[in-house]
C-alpha cells in the first residue's frame, strides 16, 4: 500500500509528465490506447489501503469514451484518492485499473500514464506567475516539442497549431503574451486546462476546477467543459451542484470509498441514499 507523500511542486510535476514519478521502474514507452471497445478507464473491485483506513472499497467504475463523468460526494468519500489511482500517484491495494483495452495502470509510472494520454489538472493553480500565457503553454507541450521563451514564428507548424487550438479553447489568444500571474482566478484555471490540451490528452481529469471561481468564471468553465467533451473524455470531482447541473450526463455518487448512486443528476438527487448522507434534506 502506498501513501501520498509528495509536495505540491511534485504534484504539478506528475500532472504534466515533466519527472520520472511513481515507481521508479522503466518500462518501454506504452503503445496507442486502444478504446475499441468504447470503454476510456474502467476499475474493477478497487480498494486502497491506509494503514488500517480503507479510501476505497471495492470500487468498480466505467467511463465510456467521449462521456462526461461527474464525480461527487462527501468530504472524504476518496474522490481524490480515486483520481490519485488513476494517475498512478496512489497504487490501488486491490482490483485493477485499466485505460482502453491494453494499459495496465498499475504497471505504469505516472509520466508514463501521463504519456498515455491522461492528464489532470489539480485544484490549485501552479502556472509560471512570469511566464507569459504564450510561454506557459509552450513549456507544457510534449518534451520533443517544448521551447523555453519560445518565438512563435521559431515554432513547427504542429505546434503552432495547437498552440492556436488551445488558446481558441480555453478563450485566452487575446492574453497570449500577458504574465500569467496578472490573470484573474479563472484565467489561470483556464490557462492550467490549456497547459494540459498542448499534450493532447485522451483523458482529462479535473479536480474541483470552479472552487473560488466567481459565478460568471463557473458559467464559462462549464462552457469550456462542454467544448472539450467533443474531443475528449472527461472525469470531473466538484462540489458546485450548479456546475454539475450545466455540465452534466451521468454522475456517480461516492460515499466512503464505494459507489453510493449513479445516474443523471435529478436521479441521484431523488435518491434517498443520496439525500442522506450527502446532499441533505
Ligand atoms: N495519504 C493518506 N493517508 C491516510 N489517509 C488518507 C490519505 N489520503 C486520504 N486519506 C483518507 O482517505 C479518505 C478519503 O480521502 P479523499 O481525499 O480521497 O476524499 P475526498 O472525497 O476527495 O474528500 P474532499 O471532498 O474533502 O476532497 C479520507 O478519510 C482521508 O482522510
Known amino acids: 500500500m502506498l501513501t501520498d507523500k509528495s509536495t505540491p511542486s511534485e504534484q504539478s510535476n506528475h500532472e504534466y509528465g515533466r519527472t520520472h514519478g511513481g515507481t521508479g521502474r522503466s518500462h518501454p514507452k506504452p503503445a496507442g490506447v486502444d478504446f475499441s471497445h468504447g470503454i476510456a478507464l474502467y476499475l474493477e473491485e478497487v480498494s486502497v489501503w491506509f494503514d488500517s483506513f480503507r479510501a476505497l472499497n471495492n ?3 466505467y467511463i465510456e469514451e467521449g462521456e462526461l463523468r461527474c464525480i461527487i460526494g462527501p468530504n472524504g468519500a476518496g474522490k481524490t484518492t480515486l483520481m490519485d489511482v488513476i494517475t498512478g ?9 485499466f485505460f482502453g483495452q491494453t494499459h495496465n495502470l498499475a504497471n505504469l509510472s505516472t ?22 500565457v504564450m510561454d506557459n503553454l ?6 520533443d516539442k517544448r521551447v523555453v521563451k519560445s518565438l ?7 505546434t503552432r497549431d ?32 490549456g497547459m ?16 473560488g471561481m466567481t459565478d460568471a468564471e463557473t458559467e464559462h468553465t462549464a462552457e469550456l467543459c462542454l467544448r472539450l467533451k467533443q474531443n475528449h473524455t472527461l472525469v470531473v470531482v466538484e462540489h458546485d451542484m450548479t456546475f454539475i447541473d450545466a455540465i452534466s450526463e451521468k454522475v456517480t455518487v461516492l460515499a466512503q470509498g464505494a459507489i453510493l448512486a449513479e445516474g443523471t443528476l435529478a436521479e441521484v438527487q431523488a435518491n434517498e441514499a443520496v439525500i442522506e448522507s450527502y446532499l441533505g434534506r
Open 138 to 143: 509552450l513549456l507544457a507541450a510534449p518534451k
Open 196 to 211: 494540459l490540451l498542448m499534450q493532447s490528452p485522451k483523458l482529462i481529469l479535473l479536480d474541483e476546477p470552479v472552487a
Open 152 to 158: 512563435f514564428n521559431k515554432l513547427d507548424a504542429d
Open 111 to 132: 509520466e508514463e500514464i501521463a504519456e498515455a494520454g491522461i492528464g489532470r489538472k489539480f485544484q490549485k493553480p501552479t502556472v509560471f506567475e512570469n511566464f507569459t
Open 59 to 61: 470500487l468498480s467504475l
Open 89 to 97: 500517484k496512489t497504487r490501488p491495494t486491490e482490483g485493477s485499473v
Open 162 to 193: 495547437t498552440l492556436n487550438s488551445t488558446l481558441e479553447q480555453i478563450r485566452l489568444t487575446d492574453k497570449i503574451n500577458k504574465p500569467a500571474g496578472l490573470l484573474s482566478h479563472g484565467q489561470k484555471q483556464w490557462l492550467e486546462i
